[in-house]
């Protein structure tokens, strides 16, 4: 058991490195970034003196598809094809009322064989892939947007990836904000005012509304942490201004 789960764990450390090379856009960006998956992973066999081809034990099957409407038969016709090909007429009549489609199948004899199907499946279909930013695994995406999470819903969470991770940034970003902080000190001084009828509704109502145009400003660097402070301090001066 311990030598299988070596095993297992080489797998996935070798699958994990060639879905790196494959698949990941900023991985050597200067270098593979204008190539193909296909060619990523040929490239990386190439490197690793790997042979340039990969065989799979294959076969394809017909299996039974939709019942197609029913028609009206020529039963004398169906006779006639079922006894010179030496086929019973329920047979041909199963064929003729069922369509039939073509389906390959793949025999792996090991793991690893089929974690090799599986990637030359992935290249083969063009299928978009990305390793998440947040949980460190590898997901598929649709179309050609910037995806950074997986939408996956882990053990002990209740929400995805993509949603804990807006989440986090969106604090994140706040936090580095120093006009939020300073806008939520003055808007706490400010209303506590206005319930002692310091201030009136109306002026403050005005001055909400200017405080986050400047916090807004200061957020984008058009004026710094600093004369925020200084028009906050001076847009009810009645109160006596602190020492800085």
Avoid at 96 to 125: D, G, Q, T, W
Avoid at 157 to 173: G, P, V
Wanted: hydrophobic share 30%; aromatic share 16%.
């Amino acid at each position: 058991m311990l030598d299988y789960y070596k095993y297992l764990i080489m797998l996935q450390k070798e699958y994990r490195d060639i879905l790196e090379f494959c698949f990941e856009s900023k991985y050597y960006s200067e270098v593979l970034g204008d190539m193909t998956a296909s060619a990523r992973y040929y490239l990386y066999r190439k490197i690793n003196n790997m042979p340039p081809f990969v065989e799979f034990n294959e076969e394809q099957r017909l299996i039974m598809g939709d019942k197609k409407s029913p028609l009206n038969y020529d039963f004398s016709a169906f006779a006639d094809f079922a006894q010179e090909h030496d086929i019973d007429a329920a047979t041909l009549i199963y064929f003729h009322n069922y369509n039939h489609n073509p389906v390959l199948r793949y025999r792996c004899e090991s793991l690893h064989e089929f974690l090799e199907l599986e990637l030359c499946k992935l290249i083969e279909y063009k299928v978009n892939l990305k390793c998440c930013e947040r949980c460190g695994q590898w997901f598929t995406y649709k179309g050609n947007y910037d995806a950074r999470y997986c939408n996956r819903t882990h053990l002990g969470e209740l929400r995805s990836c993509r949603d804990l991770a807006a989440e986090e940034n969106y604090k994140m970003k706040m936090a580095e904000n120093k006009a939020i902080p300073i806008y939520r000190k003055y808007y706490r001084r400010y209303s506590a005012r206005v319930k002692v009828n310091q201030i009136k509704k109306n002026d403050f109502k005005k001055w909400k509304y200017e405080a986050l145009v400047k916090r807004d400003e200061c957020s984008a660097g058009n004026i710094t942490p600093e004369e925020y402070i200084d028009w906050l301090e001076d847009c009810f001066p009645n109160r006596k201004r602190k020492d800085k």
